[in-house]
Each structure stands twice: as C-alpha cells, then as structure tokens.
C-alpha cells in the first residue's frame, strides 16, 4: 500500500508548492518512488506534459523534484481564470468548458471521481505520494464539495500537515483558529505542523510550538527558517517573480535581484490575465539583467532596451487594459528611441494588427485591433495546442528547446521572416527591421544557448556592456531543490512525516 501525506496551509501563500518539492526532492533521495499531486489548483501558469495535457506550473517542478516526467494526473483539476468571476475548467489535461464561480462551486463536486481516478493512478506507480492543498481549510464555507482540502483529505483516508507561515504574523492564530473551526471528521486527519519562513533563531519560538501542540493536539515537526535560494525555483504566482525581481523605495517593481544597476534593462507589463510567466524566470535569474514588472498605473521607463509582453489567458482583454495603461503609448515610444519588443504567445498576437474571437473562447466574441507592430493576424479558433517542442532559431542558429500552450493561429507578411523553425513548420514572426518580433513557445529563455546568444544580440543592439546568459538554468534549479531538500532535513523531523505518511 503506497503511502500518502497532504500538506495543508492556515493561510494562503505560506509556502505549500516549495515544501512539497522539497518533501519529494528528500524522499526521493533515499530511494523511494515519489509522486506529487494537488487534487484543484488555480493558475494560469501552466506546463505541458508528456501525455498531452496541462497542469499547474508548480506540479511540474514538483515532478521534477521526483525527477519523474509531469504527468497530468498530478493535478486533475486545474483553474485558469478568464475574468474577474469565472475560469477555463482543465480535467484530467484537457480543456472541460468555462464557468463562472458560483457555477463551479455547484459543479466541482461532480469532478471529485475524476480527481480520486488520478490519484489512484499515481498511486499504482509510486511508494510516497505527497499532496498538496489548495488555498486553507480554514475558509469552512467553501467545505461543501470541496476537492482541494479537506473534502479530498477525507475522502482518499489521508493524513494532513498543517503549514503556518510565521513571516506574515499572527501564526498561533491562524493555527489554532483553523483547528477550532473545522469540524471533528476534518480536524481528526491534521497529526501534525510546521512552522514555515522564521527569520532569525529559531528557539525563539519553542514556547510559541508548545501553545500551538497543547491547544490542538498537533505534533510540532519543526520551524523552517527562511530559504532564500528558493527566489531561483520557478515561480507558481506572478507575485512570487514580484517577489524575485523586489521593490524600489517607492514601492514599484522595478529593481531585480541584487542588480539594480544591471546594464541590460528588460521591462514587462504586467496584464490582468498574464499567463505562462514562468518565461521570465531565467531572466530574473540573470545578474546582468534587470527585470522590471510594471504595474497598473505606472510608465514603462524610458531607460529600457526591451518590452517583452508575456502570455495572456484573456488576450483581447488584456489588450485593452494595456492600452487602458497607455503602454501602447509607450510602446510606441520606446520603439521610437530604437528599442526592442518581444511578445510571446498572447503577447505575440498582441503585436499584430488583428485579433478575432468569433466563437468567443476566450470571453465575449468580437475582434479587436492590435498594436500593429508586426504584420500578422490572428483569428482565435479550432483546437487549443498543446506540445512540446524542438526549434531551431532563425536568427541564432542555436537549438532551442520549450512548449506551446495556446489558442488560434496567426499569420501574415511578417510569418516570412519566423522566429523558430520547428520540423517542417515555421513559428512566429519578426518585423522587417528586426526589432519587433513574436513567437508561440514559452519556455525559450530557459535554453540556456537561447538565451545567452539573445542577450548578447540585444545588448550589441542597445550598446550595452556586461556578461550574459552565463547561467546554468536547469542545473541551477537541481542545485537548489537539493539544497531544499538539505534544508527541510536539517530542521524538520523527516521521520515524523514518513512515519504520518506510513511509510
């Protein structure tokens, strides 16, 4: 019988994603088969599995933590929000409909057999699976039908970890609180807690853990202070690469780790229904790049070499509120001053004079006008594209290796002049100047021979002066899940969890 633990938050954000790939990254060290799974998760950054399907970005870095390949039964149910009250339905990897929340919340129930299926699939085929919660238990007015929580807890029979994050204060509360208002069937399966992100000595906080275990009944498994390597794991949230690229005196996102001063400036509007943004994750990581991430409200400097526009799960939307911001007016200014632009996928019809949505997949059917910045249209229709891909770039003549995740198809004069050859077919597009260009695959800049020749071309272009691309992407994200897994085993009591787990 494989043995099963769900990791479950008293609040949102306190760090299930990384303590779960840390979990899987230490038990598969020691030799055991391990699968992660999240029974719902909400994000519209998204991975291609090899079966053909999409899951949250976060699984697949967990999977990698096991180092299995992402499979979509790792997260049966996945919700990408199209608007402010409703959300594309992805089961078991496809595409399931639209619905808004209230409607879902009627309907998620039914979808709870689809979610025990996978989950005896990974079951068949694993010695430890590790879950992972969604949001916390502790909203008990979403417990009818629940499949993220407690509601999955009790229906596959597992036990449950409860995780506090002490870094946003009132962590005794938010334990304690979840514990007094679950009710008895929910609150039997929590054996134990951790503490997650203390920042200074840790034996500050004993008498802190024994208030938590007498008032609960918990098992204390440790404080896990903060592990700041873990700003180069792929993030999950849009506000987790927020947190990456950090915060000027004035509050803006606008400088980038530890390079504030980088020479090579690379800015991204950040749209209501940005999608995929894993993108930028190998450019944050860069020491000689600054990644700004431009908010509502604010201008997008005059200093930058490059406007990269990132995915969109709502792009006629999105394209709306860029120009609700004015950043088509800055777009265009800052192509004015020799700048660069880059859009991928959603950001890459953008670019484009057209975008139709006849059949309305993506919200209300209609079309709209694009920035016109490159030669292209698209008609939003047929089947969504999900793969894998092997290119090879036109202009740098390096392999490239990412993924495509998107609806529509585009084309036009400037498809002459493509971004990527894969196979037989062409992708994307560049403007006749070369400095406007487009392409449906994410997960470029995470080539490593990609992105140095990139950012040494842009830098060449822009006169700016530094070393580029110098990271190892891959073997840096490796290094730090081990370096996690180390870190979760020096302070929490990994016996104790195998034990809660029944191993």
């Known amino acids: 019988m494989p043995a099963a633990i769900m990791l479950q938050g008293a609040g949102s954000n306190v760090g299930k994603s990384v ?20 029974p719902q998760n909400m994000s519209n950054n998204a991975a291609v599995t090899e079966d053909g399907g999409e899951i949250g970005r976060a699984q697949a870095m967990q999977a990698r933590a096991c180092r299995v390949p992402p499979s ?34 009627t309907h998620k129930q039914t979808l709870l057999p689809r979610v025990l299926d996978s989950f005896e699939r990974l079951k068949g085929d694993a010695d430890l699976v590790i879950i992972e919660g969604a949001g916390s238990p502790a909203e008990v007015n979403l417990r009818a039908g629940d499949i993220a ?15 506090g994050d002490i870094d946003r204060g009132g962590v005794i ?34 008498e802190g853990m024994d208030i938590i275990s007498r008032a609960t009944g918990w098992t204390g498994l440790g404080i896990l202070p903060w592990f700041a390597p873990a700003r180069f794991l792929p993030a999950e949230d849009i506000l987790d690469i927020a947190g990456k690229t950090g915060r000027d005196n004035a509050g803006r996102y606008n400088t980038g780790i530890h390079n504030a001063g980088a020479p090579l400036h690379i800015a991204v509007p950040m749209m209501r229904r940005i999608a995929n943004f ?14 700004s991430l431009i908010e509502a409200g604010e201008v997008i400097p005059a200093d930058t070499d490059m406007v990269l526009l990132p995915g969109s799960k709502s792009t006629i939307s999105d394209l709306a509120y860029l120009r609700d911001q004015g950043w088509d007016i800055d777009i265009a200014a800052h192509l004015r001053r020799g700048g660069v632009v880059m859009g991928l996928c959603g950001g890459y019809q953008i670019l484009g004079t057209n975008i139709a949505d006849p059949g309305g997949v993506e919200g209300p059917a209609g079309s709209a006008p694009g920035l016109g910045h490159l030669a292209v249209e698209t008609v939003l229709a047929g089947d969504k594209t999900l793969t894998h891909v092997a290119a090879q770039s036109a202009r740098f003549g390096t392999t490239v290796r990412g993924y495509e995740i998107h609806m529509g198809r585009t084309s036009g004069a400037d498809c002459a002049r493509p971004m990527l050859q894969i196979g037989g077919r062409q992708d994307g597009a ?7 260009m487009g392409s449906y ?5 995470a080539d490593d021979a990609f992105r140095r020749a990139f950012l040494d071309d842009l830098a060449a272009r822009r006169g700016r002066f530094g070393t580029f691309g110098v990271v190892d992407f891959d073997a840096r994200v490796d290094s730090v899940l081990d370096e996690l897994a180390r870190h ?6 990994m016996d104790a969890i195998g034990r809660i787990a029944g191993l």
């Open 488 to 493: 979760m085993s020096d302070h929490l009591d």
């Open 72 to 105: 979509i039964h790792m997260n049966p149910v996945l919700l990408k929000p199209e608007t402010e009250t409703g959300a594309q339905i992805i089961v078991q990897g496809k595409r399931f409909g639209s619905m808004r929340a209230r409607e879902y919340g």
């Open 19 to 38: 303590l779960v790939a840390g979990l899987c990254r230490h038990f598969a060290n020691q030799g055991l088969r391990v699968r992660p799974f999240k």
């Open 430 to 436: 560049i403007s006749a100047d070369g400095r406007v």
């Open 278 to 291: 894993d993108d930028m994750d190998p450019l944050a990581g860069e020491a000689d790049v600054r990644l």
């Open 149 to 163: 929580n407690m509601g999955f807890a009790v229906a596959a029979d597992v036990p449950v970890v409860m995780i």
């Open 173 to 206: 509360a938010s334990l304690v609180g979840t514990d007094a208002v679950l009710d008895k069937q929910d609150s039997n399966l929590i054996k134990a807690f951790m503490i997650n992100k203390f920042r200074g000595d840790t034996t500050l906080f004993s």
């Open 441 to 445: 695959v994410h997960g470029i800049f």
